[in-house]
C-alpha cells in the first residue's frame, strides 16, 4: 500500500482490508510512518514515534489501524507519558489503562503519542517542552487544543483516527480547527482509570470519519444507550458568550439545519440556553483546583520542585489563584454554576439536540491561546472570545459530538451537537448524516 493510498482510507476500511488479508498491521505501520516522515516538520503533531508499534492483530474491528496515544491520560506501560511538561520529563506508568486494553484486543497498532499544551490546560497545543503544533490545512493557524496533536496528525493523514480527551472542549475544539468529527462521550460511558476530574473528564477518539466515530464508539464504551429516532432539535446562532460568531460560521450552521430538516428531524431556532458567564463561575475555579491538583500530584511524584522551571506561567498562576481562593468562594461559585445548569436543562426540555458553533471562530491563532500569556484576566478572556458553548456538556455530564461544516478560507469550522446524557449513539448517527450530505468542505465565505 503507497502513503498516498494509505491516507484516502478511513479506519473502517483499513480494518476490512486487514482482516480480508489485502494488507498487513506491518505494511499499514510502514505506510504511516512514511506519512508521518514527511508531515513532521511542518506540524509537530508527534512528540514520539514507535519504531515498533503496541499491538496490532490480523483480526478484529480495528485490524491493524495505526493509533496514536495522546500524552496525557490513558496509559501504556513502560511508555513514556510526559503531559507537556518539564515537571513530569521522562515519566513512565507501569501499566496499560482499560481505554489500550481494548484497542489492543480490537487490533489497533499503537504508533506514538501526540503532543499536548501544559497538563492539558489550553485551547491550542504549544508548550516550552515541544513546541508549537501547527494546522495542517494552514500551518499560520493553530490545530486547537488540547488534542491538538492528535487531530492535527488525523487531519494529516498520519492516522485515520487518534486517543483524544475532553474536559474543556479538548475533543470538539480540535476536531472542529482540523475539519474532523470528535464525540465528547456522556460522562463516565468510556472507562478511565485515570481519574475524571469530577466527571467533566472523558476520553474518546477524534476520526476523519462519521462511521469511524461509530466503530471506535464499539469498542471503547460501556453504558447504555438510546436508539436513533426523529428528533427536535434547537439550534442557535449566536455565541453562547458576550462575542460573536466569526465570519461564515452563522451560514455552516444553517446550512446544517437544511440538511438536518431534510433528514426528517424537526429543527427549531431558540436562544443559547444559558448565561455561560453563570457556568463560567463555577466552571474555571473546579477545572483550576484540577489543574493544581495534577501539578502537586506529580512534583510530590516525581520529585521536582513547582518553579519556573518546571511550569509554565499560566499553570503556575492557576495553582497559585486556586490554593488563595478561600473555600467558602469555590462553593458560592460551585453554586452558581449548578443554578446555572438546572436552568440549562429546564430551558432545553422542548428539544432532543441542541446545535452551535463549536469555535465561535473558525481560524484559531497561535500564541493567543498558550500558557505563556502574562495573566490569568488576558488568558480567560481569549478563551471565552473564542469557546463559548462548550464548558456545559462537561460539566453537565452530557455528550456533545463536533462535525466539519465547511471552510472559512483555509480554516474548517464545526457544529457543536450537544444531546441528553446517553444519546451518544444518537449523535453519532446525525453525525452520518451530515457526513453523507458532503457539506464538510463547502466554503462558507
Given at each position: 500500500m503507497t502513503p498516498d493510498e494509505y491516507v484516502s482510507l478511513d479506519a473502517t476500511t483499513l480494518a476490512?482490508?486487514?482482516?480480508?488479508?489485502?494488507?498487513?498491521?506491518?505494511?499499514?505501520?510502514?505506510?504511516?510512518?512514511?506519512?508521518?516522515?514527511?508531515?513532521?516538520?511542518?506540524?509537530?503533531?508527534?512528540?514520539?514515534?514507535?519504531?515498533?508499534?503496541?499491538?496490532?492483530?490480523?483480526?478484529?474491528?480495528?485490524?491493524?489501524?495505526?493509533?496514536?496515544?495522546?500524552?496525557?491520560?490513558?496509559t501504556e506501560a513502560g511508555?513514556?507519558?510526559?503531559?507537556?511538561?518539564?515537571?513530569?520529563?521522562?515519566?513512565?506508568?507501569?501499566?496499560?489503562?482499560?481505554?489500550f486494553q481494548r484497542l489492543a484486543a480490537a487490533g489497533a497498532q499503537v504508533v506514538g503519542r501526540s503532543a499536548v499544551p501544559e497538563f492539558i490546560m489550553h485551547g491550542t497545543t504549544e508548550s516550552l517542552t515541544h513546541g508549537i503544533t501547527r494546522n495542517p490545512h494552514d500551518l499560520t493557524l493553530s490545530a486547537g487544543g488540547s488534542s491538538g496533536g492528535a487531530a492535527a496528525a488525523?487531519?494529516?493523514?498520519?492516522?485515520?483516527?487518534?486517543?483524544?480527551?475532553?474536559?474543556?472542549?479538548?475533543?470538539?475544539?480540535?476536531?472542529?480547527?482540523?475539519?474532523?468529527?470528535?464525540?465528547?462521550?456522556?460522562?463516565?460511558?468510556?472507562?478511565?482509570?485515570?481519574?475524571?476530574?469530577?466527571?467533566?473528564?472523558?476520553?474518546?477518539?477524534?476520526?476523519?470519519?462519521?462511521?469511524?466515530?461509530?466503530?471506535?464508539?464499539?469498542?471503547?464504551?460501556?453504558?447504555?444507550?438510546?436508539?436513533?429516532?426523529?428528533?427536535?432539535?434547537?439550534?442557535?446562532?449566536?455565541?453562547?458568550?458576550?462575542?460573536?460568531?466569526?465570519p461564515g460560521i452563522e451560514a455552516g450552521l444553517r446550512r446544517l439545519a437544511e440538511v438536518l430538516d431534510d433528514a426528517g428531524h424537526d429543527v427549531v431556532s431558540i436562544a443559547p440556553p444559558i448565561d455561560v458567564a453563570d457556568i463560567m463561575r463555577g466552571w474555571d475555579p473546579h477545572f483550576g483546583r484540577w489543574i493544581a491538583h495534577e501539578v502537586d500530584r506529580w512534583a510530590e511524584a516525581i520529585g521536582r520542585p513547582i518553579d519556573d522551571t518546571t511550569i509554565e506561567p499560566i499553570t503556575r498562576l492557576q495553582w497559585q489563584q486556586i490554593r488563595a481562593t478561600p473555600i467558602e468562594q469555590l462553593s458560592t461559585d460551585q453554586l452558581a454554576a449548578d443554578l446555572a445548569l438546572a436552568a440549562m436543562d429546564k430551558g432545553l426540555d422542548d428539544v432532543d439536540i441542541v446545535v452551535s458553533a463549536t469555535n465561535d471562530i473558525a481560524a484559531l491563532p497561535l500564541h493567543d491561546l498558550s500558557g505563556l500569556l502574562p495573566d490569568m484576566g488576558t488568558y480567560l478572556a481569549a478563551n471565552d472570545v473564542y469557546f463559548s458553548s462548550l464548558f456545559p456538556a462537561n460539566i453537565s455530564g452530557r455528550p456533545a459530538i463536533s462535525v466539519p461544516i465547511g471552510q472559512v478560507h483555509t480554516a474548517p469550522a464545526g457544529a457543536q451537537l450537544m444531546g441528553r446524557r446517553g444519546d451518544d449513539r444518537i449523535l453519532i448517527e446525525l453525525a452520518r448524516q451530515i457526513e453523507t450530505a458532503g457539506i464538510a468542505i463547502d466554503p462558507l465565505v
Amino acid at each position: 500500500m503507497t502513503p498516498d493510498e494509505y491516507v484516502s482510507l478511513d479506519a473502517t476500511t483499513l480494518a476490512e482490508m486487514v482482516d480480508r488479508g489485502d494488507v498487513t498491521a506491518v505494511e499499514l505501520h510502514a505506510a504511516a510512518t512514511s506519512v508521518y516522515e514527511r508531515t513532521h516538520t511542518d506540524i509537530n503533531a508527534i512528540v514520539e514515534w514507535y519504531a515498533e508499534p503496541s499491538a496490532g492483530a490480523a483480526t478484529g474491528p480495528l485490524a491493524g489501524v495505526p493509533f496514536l496515544r495522546k500524552d496525557f491520560g490513558s496509559t501504556e506501560a513502560g511508555r513514556l507519558q510526559e503531559m507537556g511538561s518539564r515537571l513530569t520529563a521522562g515519566y513512565r506508568p507501569s501499566t496499560t489503562s482499560p481505554y489500550f486494553q481494548r484497542l489492543a484486543a480490537a487490533g489497533a497498532q499503537v504508533v506514538g503519542r501526540s503532543a499536548v499544551p501544559e497538563f492539558i490546560m489550553h485551547g491550542t497545543t504549544e508548550s516550552l517542552t515541544h513546541g508549537i503544533t501547527r494546522n495542517p490545512h494552514d500551518l499560520t493557524l493553530s490545530a486547537g487544543g488540547s488534542s491538538g496533536g492528535a487531530a492535527a496528525a488525523v487531519a494529516a493523514g498520519v492516522v485515520p483516527a487518534a486517543h483524544a480527551s475532553d474536559c474543556a472542549g479538548s475533543i470538539r475544539i480540535p476536531a472542529a480547527a482540523c475539519g474532523l468529527y470528535g464525540l465528547k462521550p456522556t460522562s463516565r460511558m468510556v472507562e478511565s482509570d485515570q481519574g475524571d476530574w469530577g466527571g467533566i473528564a472523558v476520553e474518546f477518539v477524534v476520526t476523519r470519519t462519521a462511521r469511524d466515530q461509530a466503530r471506535f464508539f464499539e469498542v471503547l464504551a460501556t453504558g447504555p444507550t438510546h436508539p436513533m429516532r426523529p428528533l427536535r432539535i434547537g439550534l442557535t446562532t449566536d455565541s453562547w458568550g458576550e462575542g460573536s460568531l466569526g465570519p461564515g460560521i452563522e451560514a455552516g450552521l444553517r446550512r446544517l439545519a437544511e440538511v438536518l430538516d431534510d433528514a426528517g428531524h424537526d429543527v427549531v431556532s431558540i436562544a443559547p440556553p444559558i448565561d455561560v458567564a453563570d457556568i463560567m463561575r463555577g466552571w474555571d475555579p473546579h477545572f483550576g483546583r484540577w489543574i493544581a491538583h495534577e501539578v502537586d500530584r506529580w512534583a510530590e511524584a516525581i520529585g521536582r520542585p513547582i518553579d519556573d522551571t518546571t511550569i509554565e506561567p499560566i499553570t503556575r498562576l492557576q495553582w497559585q489563584q486556586i490554593r488563595a481562593t478561600p473555600i467558602e468562594q469555590l462553593s458560592t461559585d460551585q453554586l452558581a454554576a449548578d443554578l446555572a445548569l438546572a436552568a440549562m436543562d429546564k430551558g432545553l426540555d422542548d428539544v432532543d439536540i441542541v446545535v452551535s458553533a463549536t469555535n465561535d471562530i473558525a481560524a484559531l491563532p497561535l500564541h493567543d491561546l498558550s500558557g505563556l500569556l502574562p495573566d490569568m484576566g488576558t488568558y480567560l478572556a481569549a478563551n471565552d472570545v473564542y469557546f463559548s458553548s462548550l464548558f456545559p456538556a462537561n460539566i453537565s455530564g452530557r455528550p456533545a459530538i463536533s462535525v466539519p461544516i465547511g471552510q472559512v478560507h483555509t480554516a474548517p469550522a464545526g457544529a457543536q451537537l450537544m444531546g441528553r446524557r446517553g444519546d451518544d449513539r444518537i449523535l453519532i448517527e446525525l453525525a452520518r448524516q451530515i457526513e453523507t450530505a458532503g457539506i464538510a468542505i463547502d466554503p462558507l465565505v
